[in-house]
Every structure is written in C-alpha cells, then in structure tokens.
C-alpha cells in the first residue's frame, strides 16, 4: 500500500504546483506523509458533505478542486465550518490535497473533461500556456462537433453531457444559429471573452457569467454564450482524475481504490420560474391600465427554463 507521499508525489507529476495561478492555493492541506493510503475520494468541493462521505467510505485521501484556504487563515479552530472540516479531517486519518488552476491548466485538464462531457473534439487550448512546446497545456480548450448543429440543440446537448443542477443552463444568442466550433472553460470564464472572440467559435461554454460582460459579450458579435453551474462544469473532471490516479496505481501495483463523489455541492439549491404573463381580456376594448396604477406588467419573451433535480 503507498504511503501519502506516494500518492502525492504521483498527483503532482499530473498537476505540478507550480503551474497554478500565484494567487492560488494548491496541494496537500493536511494529512501525514507517511501515513498509508487504500482509497482515495475526488470531489470539486471540499465541504462538510464531502467530508462526511470519504470518512463514511473510509478513505485516507480527499482529492478535490476547490481549495479549502484560498486567501488563507490564522486559525483552524472548530468555531468556524472550514475549521471543522479541518478538525472531521484530521480526527478520521483523512488528509486533503487540493488541485486547483494547476489542474486547468494541464493536458487533459478540467477543460479537456468539460469538452468531452459535451461531446467535441478538441483541437488545442483556449489561452495555450506559452511554456508547452507542445501546445497542449492552457486555459479553457476549443473544439469542434461531430457534425454542424443549432445553438438549441447544442445546449440541450450541454445539458444531457453535464451533471444536472436546479439552475440548469442558460443561453445567449439566436438559437437557430448554425454551431460547429466551440470553446469551453471549466469554472468561472468571463475574463477570457477576448480569448474567444479570436478563436473565432461559434458559441462558448462556460459558468459564473455576470451580467455586463455576458451583454457586451453578445453585443460584439459571435460567438453566442451557454452559461452552465460553475460545479457542473468542473464535475467532469474529478472523474477524468480518478481515472488517472486508477492508470498510476495500476502501473506500480499500488492496489488504491479510487472513488468520485456524486453529491451535489452546487450552492444553488431550487430555481424558480417566473410566473407566465395573465391572458389577455376578452374585451380589447378596454383600456390597459397604467403600470403606475397597479404592478408592472411582466417583461416581454422572457424565457424560463425547467431544470430536472440533481443526480
């Protein structure tokens, strides 16, 4: 059985720690190297649920996305719900590596799972990582469908390949448009919108888009914008790095157990449509009245979706 240092030693070939972003906060959190591993658990988010699951399977490792201290802490007193986690933790042997932005930017990376959750063949990375003479390695990736489809039809292919979460998707542009190249990025990517215009795609995949950089966005021009759960679009990768963990422990004859958490750590927990505008009256003749004399009328096309319950 490998010790923790094993484990973490072959993690950080996968997803080196120097690769992350300098405001980032990656690698073992706690957890002592020389403890032994048999199972591993990989999850996006490291909260109490989480935790409680790799104790309840009895894994001596938790893999996830998220850090636990991304701006750091002076205390990890059980006061506080990241200090229990900490303390749930360390009172049941399990120990916590983090791979963050250091993990978007490998090859296969967070994006790399994303695109092929929905279905595209990639053709290289969104922002590629000038140190990669290979040009795989970079944020976010650019791909193309197996055949040419319609914005609507692309989103509900968005939808069926990601983990289901009460807001669903929402969409931005005409949904007849003809798509054939997309760009994706796992997690928040409204920051890369330059990035995408030059890659010259027909829509991109993201989450966590705001409002004025989504309208300026598609007031610019193409590409049209599918805005998925910042924890659906990374959900695809944890399985991506069990797999990878399951190539490395079957190579050294480690006998690791690796297992993906399912639980739905999206913070958004129900989505509630706004309510259809009342039929109109018989009588046309009479007058509407004025929105000052009662509530303001509901907006015009607004669509809403149905999103199913999580899986």
């Known amino acids: 059985m490998p010790t923790l240092s094993d484990v973490i030693a072959a993690l950080e070939v996968l997803w080196p720690p120097e690769r992350a972003e300098s405001w980032d906060a990656v690698g073992l959190v706690c957890g002592n ?30 893999v996830t996305h998220h850090p636990l201290y991304l701006r750091g802490t002076t205390t990890v007193a059980a006061t506080t719900f990241k200090g ?36 595209l ?43 289901r979460t009460a807001t669903g998707l929402r969409v931005a542009g005409d949904p007849d448009a003809t798509v054939r ?72 004859g480690w006998g690791l157990e690796t297992s993906v958490s399912r639980t739905v750590t999206d913070p958004w927990t129900a989505h509630t449509p706004n309510p259809a505008p009342a039929p109109a009256p018989e009588d046309s003749s009479a007058p509407a009245p004025s929105p000052a004399a009662g509530a303001a009328a509901a907006p015009r096309s607004v669509p809403t979706s149905s999103p199913g319950a999580p899986r």
């Open 33 to 62: 190297p020389d403890a032994e591993v048999g199972r591993v658990l990989f999850a996006v988010d490291p909260v109490r649920e989480v935790v409680d699951e790799a104790v309840s399977l009895g894994a001596q490792l938790l």
């Open 84 to 119: 229990r986690v900490v303390h749930r933790l360390v009172e049941n042997g399990v120990a916590l590596h983090v791979a963050h932005t250091n993990a978007d930017r490998a090859a296969p990376g967070v994006s790399d799972a994303l695109a092929a959750a929905v279905g």
């Open 121 to 163: 063949r990639v053709t290289g990375p969104l922002v590629p990582d000038p140190t990669d003479p290979d040009g795989r390695r970079g944020l976010g990736r650019v791909g193309e469908l197996p055949e040419p489809t319609t914005l609507a039809a692309f989103a509900a292919r968005a939808a069926a390949g990601l983990p």
């Open 181 to 252: 190249t997309v760009a994706v990025c796992g997690g928040s990517g409204d920051s890369l919108f330059d990035d995408v215009r030059r890659a010259g795609v027909d829509v991109y995949l993201t989450a966590d888009l705001r409002h004025h950089p989504a309208s300026e966005a598609l007031q610019a021009g193409p590409p049209a914008l599918v805005d998925a759960a910042h924890w659906a679009t990374e959900w695809p990768w944890v399985e991506q790095a069990a797999a990878q963990l399951d190539d490395i422990a079957a190579r050294n």
